[in-house]
């Protein structure tokens, strides 16, 4: 397993008239989650689209525990919770500034060679980078 | 169960630059065909925000299997699942032009009363809604 | 000129806690019309792009008169007001059901080649299409 | 005058298929600029709307001169251009890593109550924070 933390702090876009984030904006919150991570990891996402891998979402997985509100600075944490292959499975915990649970979630993507449009196997790169941790 | 069709254009703002819709957008579109279902059985979501209830998400689950595309007319067909309670299921099957199904996913809402901020009790226009289908 | 009217429903996405529509979210709208002009008259945008044009906008300019709400059916009625060149010229104005004026707008957008990505010349398409309106 | 620089990492989601930030998206941008100001000067906005203070766009306006791009750290320069009254006047200037020019931006806020919903005067804290500027 490998989990890092990032900080987002939520925008008044992306809240909605109950006063919440909109649910929807979570997946954009797990996005960040996980780009962060890859740069920090020394590879950043952009890097393996330049390379010709893309990583579409098969499945996306959210429980929402209490609201994220307006100018809250929460913290994502995410977990890569298998050795990535074909696909890569993350899981997500996001908590506010009171280090209260707001909610949990899973992704899985999975590397596709923008060529072809098929699934690939992951990149040699990713593979080194996680091998370590599981 | 009651099912209901709701046919919506897919946005440029909505696309992502690989070409498909971003995956958090079909949070929304299951929103669209949740208030049109509701719209078209006689008793608009927002009427019921003007009586008080809110209905904030508590799970969101997609599972995507082809692409959405710009300027696609997909149809998104909503399943009330089970007899509303104080929570209401969704399942939720995107399709294309072409009737490719390009997703599925579920969703739990629950209803809460706007001043307590509180779950209750499912109010009694829905209740009598869906009776008949359950 | 040449003026078209469409309806789009406002989602709760598209709210914020202030209870309005989030002012950036007018740009969608504007998209959202212009596209279906175009459809309308014919020629989906989707089938310019499909062609190897581009239309990425050069200016946005937005007055906001009142607040459009959730649910709120409005009409954006957008027109062409200069026949088209290389750059084609836009202007909208947005209303609500009780034909209360929210908001007007002004955009331009330029036509460009996506294999050179430099502008080029109005489509012969839209030449054609616009020419009797001005 | 006063002047305040933001970074801003691109998100995927807020790419379209251009491969482009959609250009929408730059008003969210101009948000964070706005709202990080005010932060490092002392005074969140959200303390303000707690306050009953609430700040409606009364006009946008943007110059999109190169485009922004997926994981650009873009810069967000935000002025205030005049000593604020009942309204608050913002110019932008957004720049990518290179220092490339992005695009210019003028945005109009106005200061309303939200108890009657009506523009009042600048709270004493906001022309207390900016009186030495002008």
Known sequence: MYTHQTKIRVRYAETDQMGYVYHGNFATYY???????????????????????????????????????????????????????????????VFNENNVLLNTGKMILVFVDAATGKPCRCPIEITELFEQYF
Chains 1, 2, 3, 4 share one sequence.
Do not use: H, N, W
């Open 31 to 93: 996005e960040v989650a996980r780009v962060e991570m890859l740069r920090e990891m020394g590879l950043p996402y952009k890097k393996l689209e330049d390379r010709g891998v893309r990583m579409p979402v098969l499945s996306l997985q959210c429980d929402f525990i209490a609201p994220a509100r307006y100018d809250d600075l929460i913290t994502v944490k995410v977990t890569v919770t298998q050795k990535p292959s074909v696909k890569m499975f993350f899981s997500f915990e």
